[in-house]
């Protein structure tokens, strides 16, 4: 009976030590959004505070879509924080993201639109390890 028992007790042991880290899943929060053709805002209204640095942004354009990093790619998303997105920079072909004052610009081979296109989605991704999840979505 002791023998059953320990064995037991190993294969359980053995099949919660296999599941890994459980404390890798996607943070949990809400968002406000406003679009106005060719801006779009997120706002981060409530819920987890989330590392920039596993964030990234896909803006689509006319059908094409381009990714990129938001700001500088530090510092925390958190409760009252907004993203601010645009294709009216003055040049064609890019997408201006800008989180905290720091704006960073999109660009890519896919991008053929003129300054003010307005965008046709917006996702944020977020990414640790080998872990990949939409947070937030957005289609005017």
Known sequence: MVTITVILAAVIAAFVLAMGNL??????AQYEWESSGSDFAVSHTSGDDISMSDLTIRVTVDGN???????????EYTAGDTIDITTATGSADEVEVTFDGTPTTITGSSYSHSSGTAIDK???VWESDDTSNIIAEHEP
């Open 23 to 28: 404390d890798e899943s996607a943070p949990s």
């Open 65 to 75: 879509t381009e990714s990129g990093v938001i700001g500088s790619g530090s510092g």
């Open 122 to 124: 917006v996702t944020i």
